[in-house]
């Protein structure tokens, strides 16, 4: 079969690979319709990760059962499903909580928790860039669609990554109907916390960047666009909030932050969203941070750590969640939004190409070329 294979820092190609097969009786095995370029995929492209030069990238799939292993019962050969880009047993100790972005059994690693397809560090799964993918626990980790999931595709591929992880940023900061919000970062996920702050009836929700394409997205969703090549962002919210600061803030950049001059500042947006948000309110961090990132600009981000402002954290009282996102905890509910008519993040999608086209994709979506918001691969066709 085809995937998209990587080859090693800011190199990828399409190459025929080993079939992906049913290897466990609870396997199914889906083909690929519509599968996305996440951000997390450009940490990893960029040579930023351990990933290993010959494995498949591909952690947002969406696809038809084509085959199902003998221990599987709910799923069916013909159903159109999306997958959580966490690989998850459902049955071991943080499953059974609902933290399957922790899951123990997918991990082979004793000391680490969490799998995913196509990623560094989980698991040895390969990704669904490519015409076909093995899902392990089918019956768990397979959300079936229903008769509008070909009209809705771009909406419903949307549910195994960045909906549910941008509607996590706000359920870790605690967003609730009025809040003021601010969101560092307008890529697609940081889109997708403003969309889904928006949703929960956030009386004022500000986004942070400096790409023009990405802050217009913004704009067209309700939200207000701030340019922090133009203005201090920490400023501009006080402005908005009587000097207060936000109720709730997101942080949906991560480790790879750049200051407006284009130097890599790790701390940066985190550092911002502490002084922007007001006293005891409510922090959501989900941009990647690593334990190690020996290309950072520093020692200290080179060991995974950053200065934090923690003397400020601590004397406003507030509070922090962060993580990758348990998708399964809210993907159901995001798939009825969008089946209902209450939600569309496919307004994110610039750019739909067939699979040949992956390197393209990757090297313009990585330079944040202009109309590059969200690169959707469709290895079997639109």
């Given at each position: 079969m085809k995937a998209v294979v990587y080859k090693g820092p800011n190199d990828v190609s399409?190459?025929?690979?080993?079939?992906?097969?049913?290897?466990?009786?609870?396997?199914?095995?889906?083909?690929?319709?519509?599968?996305?370029?996440?951000?997390?995929?450009?940490?990893?492209?960029?040579?930023?990760?351990?990933?290993?030069?010959?494995?498949?990238?591909?952690?947002?799939?969406?696809?038809?059962?084509?085959?199902?292993?003998?221990?599987?019962?709910?799923?069916?050969?013909?159903?159109?499903?999306?997958?959580?880009?966490?690989?998850?047993?459902?049955?071991?100790?943080?499953?059974?909580?609902?933290?399957?972005?922790?899951?123990?059994?997918?991990?082979?690693?004793?000391?680490?928790?969490?799998?995913?397809?196509?990623?560094?560090?989980?698991?040895?799964?390969?990704?669904?860039?490519?015409?076909?993918?093995?899902?392990?626990?089918?019956?768990?980790?397979?959300?079936?669609?229903?008769?509008?999931?070909?009209?809705?595709?771009?909406?419903?591929?949307?549910?195994?990554?960045?909906?549910?992880?941008?509607?996590?940023?706000?359920?870790?900061?605690?967003?609730?109907?009025?809040?003021?919000?601010?969101?560092?970062?307008?890529?697609?996920?940081?889109?997708?916390?403003?969309?889904?702050?928006?949703?929960?009836?956030?009386?004022?929700?500000?986004?942070?960047?400096?790409?023009?394409?990405?802050?217009?997205?913004?704009?067209?969703?309700?939200?207000?666009?701030?340019?922090?090549?133009?203005?201090?962002?920490?400023?501009?919210?006080?402005?908005?909030?009587?000097?207060?600061?936000?109720?709730?803030?997101?942080?949906?950049?991560?480790?790879?932050?750049?200051?407006?001059?284009?130097?890599?500042?790790?701390?940066?947006?985190?550092?911002?969203?502490?002084?922007?948000?007001?006293?005891?309110?409510?922090?959501?961090?989900?941009?990647?941070?690593?334990?190690?990132?020996?290309?950072?600009?520093?020692?200290?981000?080179?060991?995974?750590?950053?200065?934090?402002?923690?003397?400020?954290?601590?004397?406003?009282?507030?509070?922090?969640?962060?993580?990758?996102?348990?998708?399964?905890?809210?993907?159901?509910?995001?798939?009825?939004?969008?089946a209902g008519g209450k939600a569309s993040p496919s307004f994110l999608v610039s750019h739909?190409?067939?699979?040949?086209?992956?390197?393209?994709?990757?090297?313009?979506?990585?330079?944040?070329?202009?109309?590059?918001?969200?690169?959707?691969?469709?290895?079997?066709?639109?």
């Amino acid at each position: 079969m085809k995937a998209v294979v990587y080859k090693g820092p800011n190199d990828v190609s399409v190459e025929d690979v080993p079939d992906a097969k049913i290897e466990h009786p609870a396997d199914v095995l889906v083909r690929i319709t519509s599968t996305n370029i996440c951000g997390s995929d450009l940490h990893m492209y960029e040579g930023r990760t351990s990933f290993e030069p010959g494995r498949t990238f591909g952690h947002e799939n969406l696809g038809e059962v084509v085959e199902t292993g003998p221990a599987v019962s709910k799923v069916k050969v013909g159903d159109r499903v999306v997958l959580p880009f966490n690989i998850a047993c459902g049955f071991c100790k943080n499953c059974d909580r609902g933290f399957t972005n922790y899951c123990l059994t997918m991990q082979p690693e004793p000391k680490l928790a969490g799998a995913a397809y196509g990623f560094a560090d989980m698991g040895p799964y390969q990704g669904g860039q490519a015409e076909y993918l093995r899902v392990p626990y089918g019956d768990f980790n397979c959300l079936r669609l229903g008769e509008d999931s070909v009209e809705k595709e771009l909406d419903y591929v949307m549910v195994a990554d960045i909906f549910p992880t941008g509607w996590h940023a706000t359920e870790l900061a605690g967003v609730y109907p009025g809040d003021s919000v601010v969101i560092y970062g307008a890529g697609p996920v940081g889109l997708m916390a403003a969309y889904s702050a928006i949703i929960k009836g956030a009386g004022k929700v500000m986004v942070v960047d400096r790409h023009s394409d990405r802050l217009k997205l913004a704009e067209q969703i309700g939200a207000i666009s701030v340019d922090d090549s133009e203005v201090d962002p920490v400023e501009f919210v006080k402005d908005q909030t009587m000097g207060f600061g936000a109720d709730r803030g997101c942080e949906c950049v991560g480790y790879q932050a750049h200051d407006p001059g284009g130097n890599e500042q790790p701390n940066l947006t985190l550092n911002r969203l502490v002084d922007s948000v007001r006293f005891v309110g409510g922090l959501g961090v989900v941009g990647v941070f690593l334990p190690q990132d020996p290309g950072a600009p520093d020692k200290l981000a080179q060991q995974g750590q950053v200065a934090f402002d923690y003397g400020n954290y601590w004397f406003k009282g507030q509070t922090m969640g962060s993580g990758q996102c348990p998708v399964k905890k809210y993907n159901r509910a995001l798939r009825d939004l969008i089946a209902g008519g209450k939600a569309s993040p496919s307004f994110l999608v610039s750019h739909e190409l067939p699979l040949d086209q992956a390197p393209e994709g990757y090297k313009n979506f990585d330079t944040r070329e202009d109309g590059w918001t969200k690169v959707v691969l469709h290895p079997a066709g639109a």
